[in-house]
């Protein structure tokens, strides 16, 4: 199922922590505060690989927020554990794996850890933390370290507003500062694969909201369409700091 999510625009690789391939108008509207402008939803971005020995755990931690109203939840399949061959059992080319979404995590390293050395699974926060993506726990004191600095400054986040008026949903942020972006991130709402090699070889390997494609909405914040939605589809809007922080964000009202 296809969904899709609005985050900004970002964005070789050496490798280290948990896991490397080193070491193996008119019409409704819909706020993306509500019921209250002082809460907006936390983004959890997941890197990770199908190839990856440490990775599947690090999907369930990420399926257990799909469903929390805490947060909006993204799952980036990084390309470079496709050439990591694993002694015996060969080799597994992750089918949701892009080298823009490599790029986009090596880039978040630069911004939060000073460096473009990147690990699998690597859980994001914000734009502002990072965590290794297995470890729940951290995960969550992330997730409520974010959630107590958006309820510091709610008046000051972009406001994220759905029409639906004539018939044609559409989108537009109001509020929009300086250095502030908007992207649409178009994502499968689950992905499932039987791995057949490598380092996961013999497992299912099942992960939400993966990621397929990244398009800008208008800089200036204006009313733009979103495509018609098939039964099972969705999306969401987040809004980011050019330096990759994320101020705001909304999965579309179904």
Not at 80 to 96: A, C, E, F, I, S
């Amino acid at each position: 199922m296809l969904h899709l999510v609005v985050i900004a625009a970002m964005m070789g690789a050496a490798v280290e922590g948990d896991a490397s391939p080193s070491n193996a108008g008119d019409g409704a509207r819909a706020e993306a505060t509500e019921p209250a402008r002082a809460r907006a939803p936390v983004v959890v971005e997941m890197f990770l690989s199908q190839a990856c020995a440490n990775c599947p755990a690090a999907a369930k931690v990420t399926e257990d927020y799909v469903e929390d109203p805490r947060t909006v939840v993204l799952t980036w399949h990084v390309d470079y554990w496709d050439t990591v061959t694993h002694p015996t059992k060969g080799r597994w080319r992750d089918p949701y794996a892009k080298s823009a979404f490599s790029a986009r995590q090596r880039q978040y390293n630069v911004t939060i850890r000073g460096r473009g050395r990147v690990f699998t699974p690597q859980a994001v926060v914000d734009g502002r933390s990072s965590i290794i993506g297995s470890r729940q726990a951290k995960v969550e004191a992330a997730l409520a370290e974010a959630a107590a600095l958006h309820n510091a400054e709610p008046e000051t986040s972009p406001r994220i507003i759905f029409e639906s008026g004539d018939g044609q949903p559409n989108v537009h942020v109001e509020g929009l500062n300086e250095g502030e972006t908007a992207l649409l991130v178009q994502f499968y709402d689950r992905a499932r694969s039987s791995i057949h090699a490598g380092y996961n070889a013999g497992k299912v390997f099942e992960s939400a909201h993966v990621v397929h494609t990244i398009a800008p909405l208008p800089g200036d914040g204006a009313r733009a369409p979103l495509p018609a939605l098939a039964t099972g589809d969705g999306c969401a809007v987040i809004v980011q700091q050019a330096a990759g922080a994320v101020r705001t964000g909304s999965y579309c009202p179904r």
